[in-house]
């Protein structure tokens, strides 16, 4: 089985699907997209993701889209070190950490909507930012009661090692240092990122250890 990942180093959602490639062991390519110069709105990108956005990951000819629908594939695909509690509960709890990131806060400060922020109310560069830091820290602090009552080991958040909530935390606390969230005000989440990083096969996801990352 070929995988081609297609996706941009600071992408959270490429993040999320590079975190779970690594952890599962599965060998893929990375075909980077930048965003930034308009790649994802070329005729050849959008046959593949009409959406215009990545990731997209192509297996064997097929293209999946979404990183939710692409880390259940995984998750699936995959079953050894899992990253999904047995437990029904814990499952639900996991799930919903993720979403809380994936569904809530992630999406109102990727480059698509803080672009449309300076465009439609005349904010400059430190207003998106301040825009991206409300809703980043309003998360958080919902994100952080919800970590206080997991019973993970060793700084992780749910289980003995990461899950799918580290999956989608590491991409928002990269975003959040970005936009200039003091995240030492959330100890619990500084942590499991903290711990989750330290694997090897996460810090080689990591958006400096991507081959379209800027090398000055």
Same mark, same amino acid.
């Given at each position: 089985?070929?995988?081609?990942?297609?996706?941009?180093?600071?992408?959270?959602?490429?993040?999320?699907?590079?975190?779970?490639? @690594?952890?599962?062991?599965?060998?893929?390519?990375?075909?980077?997209? @930048?965003?930034?110069?308009?790649?994802?709105?070329?005729?050849?990108?959008?046959?593949?993701?009409? *959406?215009?956005?990545?990731?997209?990951?192509?297996?064997?000819?097929?293209?999946? +889209?979404?990183?939710?629908?692409?880390?259940?594939?995984?998750?699936? +695909?995959?079953?050894?070190?899992? #990253?999904?509690?047995?437990?029904?509960?814990?499952?639900?709890?996991?799930?919903?950490? &993720?979403?809380?990131?994936?569904?809530?806060?992630?999406?109102?400060?990727? #480059?698509?909507?803080?672009?449309?922020?300076?465009?439609?109310?005349? *904010?400059?560069?430190?207003? &998106? *930012?301040?825009?991206?830091?409300?809703?980043?820290? +309003?998360?958080?602090?919902?994100?952080?009661?919800?970590?206080?009552?997991?019973?993970?080991?060793?700084?992780?958040?749910?289980?003995?090692?990461?899950?799918?909530?580290?999956?989608?935390?590491?991409? *928002?606390?990269?975003?959040?240092?970005?936009?200039?969230?003091?995240?030492?005000?959330?100890?619990?989440?500084?942590?499991?990122?903290? /711990?989750?990083?330290?694997?090897?096969?996460?810090?080689?996801? /990591?958006?400096?250890?991507?081959?379209?990352?800027? +090398?000055?």
């Amino acid at each position: 089985m070929a995988l081609v990942l297609h996706g941009y180093f600071r992408s959270g959602t490429s993040y999320r699907v590079r975190l779970a490639l @690594n952890w599962k062991g599965v060998d893929y390519q990375v075909r980077p997209v @930048n965003l930034v110069s308009g790649a994802q709105r070329e005729a050849s990108y959008l046959e593949k993701n009409p *959406q215009g956005l990545v990731p997209a990951l192509e297996i064997d000819g097929q293209v999946l +889209t979404q990183s939710p629908a692409i880390l259940e594939w995984i998750e699936e +695909t995959w079953p050894e070190r899992p #990253l999904l509690p047995a437990d029904p509960v814990l499952r639900a709890r996991v799930r919903a950490f &993720a979403a809380a990131i994936g569904c809530d806060i992630h999406p109102i400060q990727n #480059l698509r909507v803080m672009k449309k922020v300076r465009a439609d109310f005349d *904010q400059d560069q430190d207003g &998106a *930012q301040a825009w991206a830091r409300h809703w980043i820290e +309003t998360g958080f602090g919902a994100l952080e009661r919800l970590a206080a009552n997991a019973a993970g080991q060793g700084g992780f958040l749910f289980a003995d090692g990461p899950s799918l909530a580290e999956i989608y935390l590491l991409p *928002q606390m990269y975003n959040a240092r970005r936009f200039g969230v003091d995240v030492s005000a959330y100890p619990r989440l500084v942590a499991a990122d903290a /711990a989750a990083r330290a694997l090897s096969e996460f810090e080689k996801a /990591a958006p400096e250890n991507q081959p379209d990352a800027p +090398t000055d």
